[in-house]
DNA sequence: CACTTTTTTAGAATCGTTATAAACTAGAAA
DNA sequence: TTTCTAGTTTATAACGATTCTAAAAAAGTG
């Protein structure tokens, strides 16, 4: 299994629910956008198997911990999670209330001519709404 | 009272729960970022006032649908809002858990190169993190 | 005042998420 | 292997923000 070592890697122990929630994540052609519902669900139905809720969040809660996963800031009852861990943007399309994927490159340079005192930019999320 | 006019044009009945939120959202200085909850409790502090929290939902959302509020975009267990109604973006401090403003002015021009179908940009907003 | 519609309200219901504590498992050491 | 320990999983309870409900109150209209 090749994500044995890199959960070893990063100080988590290879189970079975955590390499089978690696599969689903990242066994993909491309990235996708899900809710730790969607998750649960995709898990279930693709592997055909039980997992608890719990460890669900638990480990997608580690994986964005380690950098495996992110989160993205939007406003809705539930949190949305990327499997894009790259720098990028998104659309948020209103109306069916979807995700899009926008990429740095796509984005004209940002420049941010405000400083904080002691802080220093950890990020810079662009979230473009859109409407028909 | 110079918000029962404003509320009248907008189709809100102006209620004696409504002017006072709009005393306590509006009547001030600055404007500022909250939550349902501070913003009941401010209202029950300053104008020593039972409220229910329902009303401070409702009308938090009537407003936010007239544009008196916007919410702002970002992952916490609590919506927050902000008057400040401007286009304009958020500094997010990570570790105080606070919000705060970053004027379009001081944020390079934002060009968006890519478009979806048949979706009109509704508004462009950026999140920056800040760690220490 | 009489009447209709909107609004407020307390409390219940909902639902995503987190906490709990017991059973289980991985890894290491003997 | 066997034993041991810390880390993990799990079902379920708890939590908390938000929404729903339905009845009472208030606003607007004639």
């Known amino acids: 299994m090749k994500y ?21 994540l990242f066994d993909t052609e491309k990235t ?14 693709q592997l055909n198997n039980k997992i608890s ?3 669900v ?16 800031p ?8 990327d499997t894009n861990v790259s720098d990028h943007h998104h659309f948020y399309d209103l109306k069916d209330e979807k995700l899009i994927d926008l990429e740095a490159s796509e ?7 405000k400083q904080i005192n002691g802080k220093k930019i950890k990020s810079v999320e662009v979230l473009v709404k859109l409407e028909d």
């Open 4 to 24: 044995i070592e890199k959960l070893r890697n990063s100080g988590l122990r290879p189970t079975k629910q955590r390499l089978q929630i690696c599969e689903v």
């Open 32 to 45: 996708f956008h899900f809710t730790i519902n969607d998750l649960a669900n995709k898990i279930r139905k």
């Open 53 to 55: 809720l719990a460890t």
């Open 57 to 72: 969040y638990n480990t997608v809660h580690a994986f964005e911990k380690k950098g495996y996963l992110k989160q993205i």
């Open 74 to 81: 939007i406003n809705s009852n539930q949190t949305y999670f």
């Open 107 to 113: 984005v004209g340079p940002i420049k941010i001519l």
